[in-house]
């Protein structure tokens, strides 16, 4: 049973999941068991089961996999970082290769969570991450520490392709990496963020948004106002949507910010009040295929990419790192990862394609 369950998951893994071993030098060094399968069905016992190293070690033992210590198991896990990356890197260009990762008008969602390891001094990392619509088929990941230059929520952890329609959160309206979405030819709608990100008229001057806003009296009514940010130097015209919320949404967000300001100690502004009755979103969307409520309709709809998450955590317990240096705590999270993506490859293929439940090997080369 073990080793038909094997051959049936291995069909699932990319086709040089083998040669990446060799290339990466996941095998360079080790005296012995240098196999590729032996030491990656090594580690997805401790991987996919959740076995702690020590019980890893004895399962590979009892199951002639290899004769390794715990901490063995746990100096080949390192090892096998760049392997495991790859690996995932793989299987996501082979759904980009299926799907086609950057045609004109991919809609993309970005997005970004916290994983951390166990323990009140446990790193936490940060994973950037991003999903097509309408197939919430990921086509990127990073992963990077949580605090330091460069590991905030940014559009330059992605790749960016002319013509890629993006929506993200708050987190994301910033000028600069607006900025370099444009200079890549792709267009974004990110919640609109008045203290992170001013904005001016399209002819550059003072943009008043509060008393544009303050004309908006029905809850759904929907407007736009042409704007432009400067970026260092660099121009990027586009729009402010919002959508008047309604009277219950509204009590509930100011209840919100109001204990959030209280719990740290602050005084609300009225403006923050004010601007809490909307929601707005910055877009570069164009106007002529985007009205304003196309824009906020997509936008609704970015919470999908929250629920990959939550899918992803359950699948592969992403939510908690077993693990106290970088190194380890990064192959561990490559692994997990590796795991969640093979599942989703899985069970996509047995819903819609396989009635036997795995891929056929190809065939064997003739020996004549």
């Keep these: 049973m073990m080793d038909e369950d094997w051959s049936v998951l291995r069909s699932f893994f990319p086709s040089d999941w083998e040669e990446l071993a060799e290339s990466t030098e996941a095998l360079k060094g080790l005296r012995k068991d240098k196999s590729a399968e032996g030491l990656l069905r090594t580690l997805l016992i401790h991987l996919g089961c959740g076995y702690s190293l020590r019980e890893t070690a004895v399962c590979a033992r009892e199951s002639g996999l290899a004769e390794l210590s715990d901490v063995?198991?746990?100096?080949?896990?390192?090892?096998?970082?760049?392997?495991?990356?790859?690996?995932?890197?793989?299987?996501?260009?082979?759904?980009?290769?299926?799907?086609?990762?950057?045609?004109?008008?991919?809609?993309?969602?970005?997005?970004?969570?916290?994983?951390?390891?166990?323990?009140?001094?446990?790193?936490?990392?940060?994973?950037?991450?991003?999903?097509?619509?309408?197939?919430?088929?990921?086509?990127?990941?990073?992963?990077?520490?949580?605090r330091g230059e460069g590991s905030g929520e940014s559009f330059r952890h992605f790749p960016i392709g002319a013509g890629d329609h993006i929506l993200a959160d708050r987190g994301y309206s910033l000028a600069s990496g607006i900025a370099h979405v444009h200079s890549k030819?792709?267009?974004?709608?990110?919640?609109?963020?008045?203290?992170?990100?001013?904005?001016?008229?399209?002819?550059?001057?003072?943009?008043?948004?509060?008393?544009?806003?303050?004309?908006?009296?029905?809850?759904?009514?929907a407007r736009s106002w042409a704007v432009q940010i400067d970026a260092g130097g660099a121009t990027v015209r586009g729009r402010i949507c919002a959508v008047r919320k309604s009277e219950e949404a509204i009590r509930q967000t100011h209840c919100r910010l109001q204990r959030r300001a209280s719990k740290n100690g602050?005084?609300?502004?009225?403006?923050?009040?004010?601007?809490?009755?909307?929601?707005?979103?910055?877009?570069?969307?164009?106007?002529?295929?985007?009205?304003?409520?196309?824009?906020?309709?997509?936008?609704?709809?970015?919470?999908?990419?929250?629920?990959?998450?939550?899918?992803?955590k359950q699948i592969a317990a992403l939510g908690h790192l077993p693990k106290h240096d970088d190194e380890s705590a990064q192959a561990w999270l490559y692994g997990k990862l590796f795991i969640a993506l093979v599942t989703e490859k899985l069970v996509h293929h047995a819903a819609s394609i396989s009635p036997w439940g795995y891929i056929a090997p190809p065939p064997q080369k003739s020996m004549a």
């Excluded at 760049?82 to 004109?104: D, K, Q």
């Excluded at 403006?271 to 009205?291: D, I, K, N, P």
């Design 72 to 146: 063995a198991v746990l100096k080949r896990l390192r090892k096998s970082k760049a392997w495991l990356h790859a690996l995932c890197l793989s299987l996501l260009a082979e759904r980009a290769g299926a799907a086609g990762v950057f045609p004109v008008g991919t809609m993309r969602l970005f997005d970004a969570t916290h994983v951390s390891e166990p323990g009140k001094t446990g790193s936490v990392w940060r994973v950037h991450y991003s999903v097509q619509m309408p197939s919430l088929r990921c086509d990127h990941f990073e992963i990077t520490p949580s």
């Design 185 to 221: 030819k792709g267009f974004v709608a990110v919640r609109y963020s008045p203290h992170n990100m001013p904005v001016e008229g399209p002819d550059g001057g003072k943009f008043e948004l509060l008393k544009r806003l303050a004309r908006m009296k029905t809850a759904g009514e």
């Design 266 to 312: 602050q005084k609300l502004k009225a403006q923050t009040l004010r601007h809490a009755e909307y929601v707005m979103v910055f877009t570069t969307f164009s106007e002529e295929r985007f009205s304003a409520r196309d824009v906020l309709e997509w936008y609704r709809i970015r919470w999908q990419i929250e629920l990959v998450f939550k899918r992803f």
